[in-house]
């Protein structure tokens, strides 16, 4: 004891830091002196322990950082250790607790446990805790002895087993797994024949779950011993495997069999480690052995493909949730297994998409691609019927998690019919699948889930949907998804939103209750309904407050109780408001109209166009083929700023629309008949024109003049605004509208408020070609106002070169005496009168030689001359005089006012 005097100094000190320094030092130097004879040292450890209690963490904490030092003095620190477990029972719990802690010496823990009796239980917890506890430890021959010792304690407690509880036959089963894959222990003979035996025995246990697990461990036991249990008894084993899988209804089995059929042993594997949750190894050749025995004996395809449809009546809810499900018909879908078999999986899709909750496995929207993948090729699968889908979206209900999946599958198969259809080298299509037609997909609220998804409660459970969905939306609608619909929706979500629906109700009460009749004469027994409503909104005009009111209530709705006055609005007011003064009720109108979009937009668009149209019979098909057709409704809506906002709304939807509908229809019809003589530069041709014209319809909504109202001013801009997004998206609709021409005194509105209208300067000399008169004075007066805007040097290089000699050419046509235009009819009066508007097409060219002046005041030199000319040779053309005055006027101004001239305008050299 000569190492520990000092230890007995620290103790009667109590300086418990100086007792540890005391302790860690004799223990180390005594260790040191072991050399060679070290007998004496566990019992000299002994007695320090004996006289100084307290120092048994010290005493631990020294042997292990002795260890750590010198890994050679593992057996003297075991046998130290052994020595105090003997000898001082009281102190194996601490020791076992500090070895486990520090993952040291294992053996010596398996070996206190089975003096305490708790080996099998220790075990299992070490191996439930840290499956690689053991991996440092591989090459330990005391820890593999001792581990030997365990595994034939634990198979004498086999023999009887299944008598015992539950949860002890599974965590017996488990060890037996750890003993032969990741300890690699051999099992003698007899131990096999046990453990098969237990297998075999009749199972005595009620409870479904724990039944279900040690089923599982059963199965991965025999598949991680499979080449020790072969080598026995080939028979016994396929039996043990048979009755193991005719007992299991789970999707762990199905698994199995699906990775058994598809060779796909690395996950056999994978599932095992699962199960066990223990890094076993499986031998390849067991594994191969076991793939024979599925697929041979046990489980054919047809078989898993039954039991995988059936799996959801046996399952509980934690394997439901477990995922495993969508794992296994999604591998056999993958495998084809369910064609092979010829069974259609309609039904369980069906059935999963109204009953799975999520957040959803990662793997179901692939396993519903595939399954529409499957149904368009193949006819042993149904889609989901029509009346199916439309069943499942009932008018304003609120949307639920199975209502996203069923539009994914909705807009998925006809994303994928449409591509497989128009596929160069497509392979043969179901004649039994077709697309879900317009009357199907024209009741699906596609905005409405969009919505539900985007919260924020809903996109973690709904992630894996979203994208898919977003995707298939802006390809089949992109009308829907337009940047400028969901701006226009944002700007009328406004503070007002948050004031409370009740002070709504109570407001509009207020306002009706002199005209309630009957019993609802108080605000509790108040009921907004239809028969309320819709009075309110026809007499807009005569009561505004109350009409104000009700549509401030309206708008603040949810959108599935909005949705049931939509007909309400679209009927009885839209038509109204078109008479309407008040710029509240204007200004409303148009929120409503926005809230109504983002629920319905597609149903909103066309009723609102028939509640403005005369009536008469008018479909969403008949908009998309010809959209120019909304330009017939009441000539009202095109002079309230509120109410042409919403028409330009739908307008560009429906053209957007339109484009979409005459490409898909064209690549269908390309499909069917090979012979059309139709080609896409037609459909091109088509489009643009359509877009031109709507454009120049538009346009021609404009007022010009200089003494606007302000309606009438918001309308030219709003127009002119829209007119230039497009331009902006297709240059040629912009050369198509000038081509075709419009209103001389619409030039300048559409210069001054489209600010793409620089890019005329692109085609104007091509304009300037064309053979009819009437366009060369449009391209010159188109001209003249663009330099004015414009006066930069490509513009100043197209009047040099090309307007001003075209202008002095034209105008020299202009006669010497003025031309009147007679009333009659024959064919000499009429060619008169072509004469005449000739004539006065020519002093229109004449006035622009003033504006190309203000742009570009250094030209006078060249115009200044040209004009003296002309109006001296023609006197006596009073008209011409006159407009040679205007012009020289404009030119003496500039000339007076050099100051105002914008710099751009000075000379260009």
């Known amino acids: 004891m000569q190492n520990f005097v000092a230890v007995q100094s620290a103790f009667e000190t109590g300086n418990q830091a100086h007792l540890s320094r005391a302790v860690h030092e004799g223990v180390v130097n005594l260790l040191s002196s072991a050399q060679p004879t070290p007998s004496h040292i566990p019992t000299t450890i002994e007695s320090l ?159 479904s779950f724990e039944s279900i697990r040690l089923t599982r461990l059963k199965l991965s036991t025999l598949i991680v011993a499979a080449d020790q249990f072969f080598s026995v008894s080939v028979e016994k084993f396929t039996q043990a495997l048979m009755k193991v899988t005719q007992s299991d209804t789970s999707e762990f089995t199905l698994m199995l069999g699906v990775f058994c059929h598809t060779n796909q042993l690395a996950e056999v594997r994978d599932l095992v480690r699962g199960v066990l949750n223990v890094q076993v190894v499986v031998s390849p050749d067991g594994l191969q052995r076991l793939r024979s025995i599925f697929t041979e004996k046990l489980l054919t395809e047809t078989d898993i493909a039954h039991r995988s449809l059936a799996l959801r009546k046996h399952a509980t809810s934690s394997t439901l949730s477990s995922g495993l499900e969508i794992v296994v018909v999604h591998e056999l879908l993958k495998a084809k297994i369910y064609q092979k078999a010829g069974i259609d999986v309609k039904e369980w899709i069906m059935q999963a998409i109204r009953t799975l909750k999520p957040p959803y496995h990662s793997q179901f929207p692939e396993l519903l691609k595939i399954y529409v993948e499957t149904l368009i090729e193949s006819q042993t699968f149904t ?180 949705l049931m006055y939509l007909d309400v609005a679209v009927d009885h007011f839209f038509p109204t408001v078109l008479s309407s003064t008040n710029d509240r009720i204007r200004s409303l109108f148009q929120k409503l109209f926005q809230c109504l979009n983002s629920i319905s937009p597609r149903e909103v668009w066309i009723k609102t166009i028939k509640a403005w149209l005369p009536k008469g019979i008018l479909t969403n098909q008949d908009v998309l083929q010809n959209p120019l057709i909304i330009f017939r409704v009441d000539e009202r809506v095109f002079k309230i700023p509120e109410v042409f906002a919403v028409f330009l709304q739908i307008l560009d939807c429906y053209l957007t629309s339109s484009r979409h509908y005459y490409f ?77 021409g419009y209103r001389d005194d619409l ?26 008169l009437e ?35 034209m105008c020299s046509q202009i006669s010497e005496s003025t031309v009147v235009a007679p009333t009659g009819s024959t064919p000499q ?24 002046v203000q742009a570009f005041p250094f030209l006078i030199e060249k115009i200044d001359p040209f004009i003296n000319t002309m109006s001296q040779t023609r006197p006596a053309n009073i008209e011409f005089i006159k407009v040679v005055a205007q012009v020289k006027g404009m030119i003496q101004e500039v000339m007076r006012n050099p100051s105002q001239v914008n710099k751009s305008t000075q000379r260009i050299k």
């Open 49 to 207: 322990l004996q006289t100084y209690p307290s120092t048994l963490s010290n005493i631990l904490n020294s042997l292990a950082h002795y260890l750590s030092i010198n890994p050679l003095s593992q057996d003297l620190i075991s046998s130290i250790l052994t020595h105090l477990v003997f000898s001082r029972p009281e102190h194996r719990a601490p020791i076992r607790h500090f070895l486990i802690s520090k993952n040291l010496l294992i053996h010596v823990v398996l070996h206190i446990s089975l003096i305490q009796g708790d080996t099998v239980d220790v075990l299992h917890s070490l191996l439930s805790t840290e499956s690689t506890y053991f991996s440092n430890e591989s090459s330990n021959t005391a820890l593999m002895e001792q581990l030997g010792v365990t595994k034939s304690a634990v198979f004498e407690r086999v023999q009887g087993l299944s008598k015992s509880p539950l949860p002890t036959q599974c965590i017996l089963m488990r060890l037996i797994s750890a003993f032969t894959g990741y300890f690699k222990l051999q099992l003698t003979p007899e131990e096999s024949h046990a453990c098969l035996n237990y297998i075999l025995a009749p199972s005595s246990s009620t409870n």
């Open 383 to 562: 889609r989901i019927s029509d009346l199916e889908v439309t069943a499942s979206f009932e008018r304003g209900a609120a949307i639920q998690p199975y209502h996203v999946v069923l539009l994914f599958q909705v807009l998925y198969l006809n994303d994928r019919y449409f591509a497989k259809r128009i596929a160069p080298n497509t392979t043969e299509i179901n004649p039994t699948c077709s697309e879900y037609p317009e009357s199907v997909m024209n009741i699906l609220p596609i905005n409405r889930i969009l919505t539900y998804m985007e919260r924020a409660e809903n996109r973690e459970g709904l992630g894996a949907f979203y994208p898919s969905i977003a995707s298939l939306v802006a390809s089949q609608y992109p009308q829907i998804v337009a940047a400028a619909s969901f701006l226009q929706s944002e700007n009328h979500l406004d503070e007002e939103a948050l004031i409370p629906l009740d002070y709504r109700i109570r407001i509009l009460y207020d306002q009706l209750k002199p005209s309630l009749r009957g019993g609802a004469t108080d605000l509790f027994s108040f009921r907004v309904t239809e028969a309320t409503v819709i009075p309110v909104l026809k007499a807009c005009n005569q009561e505004p407050w109350a009409a104000i009111a009700c549509l401030e209530y309206l708008c603040a709705l949810e959108s599935s109780q909005l």
């Open 664 to 740: 898909h229809t064209y690549q269908m019809n390309i499909f069917t008949d090979k012979t059309s003589k139709i080609k896409e530069a037609h459909l091109y041709a088509l489009l643009e024109l359509q877009e031109s014209a709507a454009l120049q319809a538009l346009l021609e909504v404009c007022e010009a003049g200089e003494m606007l109202s302000d309606d009438a001013i918001r309308i030219n801009s709003t127009a002119c605004a829209f007119i230039h997004q497009r331009f902006v998206l297709a240059k040629k609709s912009m050369k198509l509208m000038h081509f075709q």
């Open 747 to 772: 030039i300048p509105v559409a210069v001054e408020k489209i600010p793409s209208m620089h890019v005329c300067f692109e085609f104007l000399a091509e304009l300037l070609q064309q053979h009819s």
């Open 775 to 809: 366009k060369q004075v449009f391209a010159v007066i188109l001209a003249s106002h663009l330099c004015v805007k414009y006066p930069i040097p490509a513009s100043h290089q197209l009047i040099v070169s090309t307007v001003l000699p075209k202008m002095i050419a």
């Open 829 to 852: 009066e009429q060619q008169q009168r072509q004469i005449a508007a000739t004539q006065a097409s020519l002093l229109k060219v004449f006035i622009c030689f003033g504006r190309i």
